[in-house]
């Protein structure tokens, strides 16, 4: 099977313990206001124009067996210093049957494997990956229905069915919340996230004062320009 990714980054450090490698899939079912990462909303190839005129192509499509020897090539060091692989996005799980084919190749080979996700998929997409996971990063945007639905475009309740499953399912997890200023950064919402977690982790993340960067690349205006 053929998936789509945008890029490959090696000696990560923000998405898992140890030497990671993070590949990061094309398209999202989302359309959060912060994203930082706008070229992997789209499934499309696209082309970002930086500024000078360099034009860079965004997205590439790949096999599975040629992803997972790509994301093999450090596996030694990976392995040894306990880390792995990371699936990041965009939304990983958007391409779930590509990633069910990809998963198997890389435990092969003893990879570890971790995924950020949004939680934006269909249930048994979501168990049938996230089942077969060493570590889920699964993120916590927003806790009302209707704010959700505003600054992601998506339902609230297709994230908060997972997320209920996760709780259960034995997989360890962090909950990720990235803070927005003026969305869900005020001590009202910290609260609820505190509450929300009930015990399990909970990382914040802080703003990427940077994420509106990559949008006039794309043709695109960044809606939350100047927060
Ligand atoms: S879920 Fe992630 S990739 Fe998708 S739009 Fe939101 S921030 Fe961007």
Excluded at 122 to 132: C, D
Excluded at 188 to 196: D, E, I, K, L, Q
Aim: proline share 5%.
């Amino acid at each position: 099977m053929i998936g789509r990714i945008f890029e490959i980054r090696e000696f990560t450090l923000h998405d898992g313990p140890g030497v990671r490698t993070t590949v990061f899939f094309k398209g999202c079912p989302l359309r959060c206001a912060w994203c930082h990462n706008p070229e992997g909303q789209s499934a499309e190839i696209e082309t970002m124009v930086r500024k000078g005129g360099e034009k860079v192509v965004c997205g590439r499509d790949i096999s599975a067996t040629e992803l997972a020897d790509e994301l093999a090539t450090n596996a030694d060091i990976m392995n040894e210093s306990g880390g792995g692989v990371t699936f990041s996005g965009g939304e990983p799980l958007a391409q779930a049957q590509f990633l069910l084919e990809v998963i198997p190749l890389l435990k092969a080979r003893g990879i570890r494997l971790a995924i950020e996700t949004s939680g934006y998929a269909p249930a048994s997409e979501y168990r049938a990956v996230v089942s077969q996971l060493d570590f889920v990063y699964q993120d916590v945007k927003l806790l009302d229905a209707e704010a959700f639905k505003r600054w992601t475009g998506g339902d609230l309740s297709v994230v908060q069915e997972n997320i209920s499953w996760l709780r259960k399912s034995g997989v360890p997890y962090s909950f990720r919340v990235p803070l927005i200023p003026g969305v869900n950064d005020d001590a009202t919402s910290r609260g609820a996230f505190a509450a929300f977690a009930a015990g399990s982790k909970i990382e914040y993340l802080p703003y990427n004062t940077a994420a509106g960067s990559k949008y006039p690349m794309l043709g695109r205006v960044y809606s939350l320009e100047g927060i």
